[in-house]
């Protein structure tokens, strides 16, 4: 079964509001879907992550770089096509935009698998572990507005999510060490009993990265996310070793040498890869077993479409547990609940992922059609997508 056409769908939306987090605010909403064809009339999906202008530069990288490189090759040949893909981009590009591209095309390669075999991709996998997830919610964005407003408003929004059925609420920060402080400080009071997760994106130096984080190991904060550059190996081993929160990352970082440098160093609690980003589904299951042969357990970063989000199920249904046990750790599905019609409306059958936490106690169930389990609607993609 050939390969013979693979599409790069970039959609963009203008968001109702504008939005932030430490490093910039934004007030479009940009999904990449990837579309391989074969001979046999069998179509897989994958997303790549990455926004705004870098989606449109990995489309060209997909279509006018990747797709030259597989068109032609066999469709199940997964590992393969990853490998000549890799081999052929190292010189230009180990981690970051050419890895984000061929993650798309490798999540699709995963679809198509699923969909020859007639089962879900979990079931290529090894099996599912569970049949549905924990989920989280995560809102609590940054906007122009001064520190009170934030303070009030994070509050409400934390108890909001909370009551939406989500067993715990991430938040972000970015204003500053001292105001930051006041702003987990407000989630804390509105998720009451619940958990609290804080994502810094990075922008803290280490000094301050401890400043917040011994706030937050006395507020009974759950993970301290990206606090230093990702980059800074030292910074999240020093954290890690002087907090009692804890400390999350792996977010920004590419395919298993990336990762084994991470691991190896000690400075993670949690590890969070992105699928989307890291290599795709091939890869993202070697990196799942460096992380479970180094201890570390993995609750995926996700960020996207429904296509990321139905990947993550897959996957989140095949991670084995770490430790097992009568009662082991389980992951959990991250959830944005701020509004994203990627998201909600491009499935043909929506998975319907609040209405599920609603209903089933916080619980989203995985997917069992087969490959990813979903379909989007074409008529959907040709409505929001830049040409």
Not at 44 to 61: H, L, M, S
Not at 137 to 144: E, F, Q
Not at 262 to 286: F, H, K, M, S, W
Request: hydrophobic share 40%; with cysteine.
């Amino acid at each position: 079964m050939k390969i013979i056409d693979i599409k790069s769908h970039v959609l963009q939306c203008d968001m109702p509001e504008e939005l932030g987090y430490s490093q910039q605010y934004y007030a479009k909403r940009t999904a990449h879907l990837i579309e391989v064809t074969t001979d046999q009339g069998i179509t897989g999906w994958g997303e790549c992550f990455g926004p705004g202008n870098v989606a449109i530069a990995n489309k060209t990288i997909v279509e006018r770089v990747i797709a030259p490189m597989v068109v032609g090759m066999d469709a199940l040949d997964r590992d393969v096509t990853w490998h000549k893909v890799y081999n052929l981009l190292r010189d230009h590009g180990q981690k970051g935009m050419p890895i984000q591209a061929l993650s798309g095309v490798d999540i699709a390669l995963w679809d198509i698998a699923g969909k020859v075999a007639g089962l879900p991709i979990h079931k290529l996998i090894g099996g599912a572990h569970r049949s549905d997830v924990p989920a989280y919610g995560y809102g609590m964005m940054l906007k122009r507005e001064s520190v009170e407003d934030h303070v009030a408003r994070f509050t409400d929004e934390a108890a909001a999510i909370i009551g939406m059925g989500f067993g715990a609420a991430k938040m972000k920060t970015g204003l500053g060490p001292k105001d930051d402080v006041r702003l987990c400080e407000a989630v804390a009071k509105g998720v009451g009993e619940a958990r609290f997760m804080v994502d810094a994106n990075h922008c803290y130096t280490t000094s301050d990265a401890f400043y917040v984080g011994r706030a937050l190991d006395e507020l009974g904060a759950y993970w301290f996310e990206e606090p230093v550059a990702p980059e800074d190996l030292d910074g999240y081993r020093e954290l890690r070793v002087g907090l009692k929160v804890n400390i999350s990352g792996g977010e920004a970082e590419f395919a298993r040498w990336g990762w084994r440098s991470i691991l190896e160093n000690r400075g993670l609690d949690i590890a969070q890869p992105e699928v989307c980003a890291l290599g795709g589904i091939t890869e993202y299951l070697r990196v799942l077993g460096l992380c479970h042969a180094h201890f570390t357990p993995v609750i995926n970063h996700v960020w996207g479409s429904a296509i990321a989000v139905a990947t993550n199920l897959q996957l989140l249904a095949a991670m084995p547990p770490l430790p097992g046990g009568l009662h082991p750790w389980e992951p959990m599905l991250e959830f944005d609940t701020t509004e994203n019609r990627f998201r909600d409306d491009l499935l043909s059958e929506p998975l319907d992922i609040q209405g599920q936490v609603a209903r089933n106690g916080g619980r989203v169930t995985i997917p069992i059609k087969p490959g990813l389990g979903v379909e989007p609607d074409r008529d959907f993609i040709s409505h929001y997508e830049v040409t």
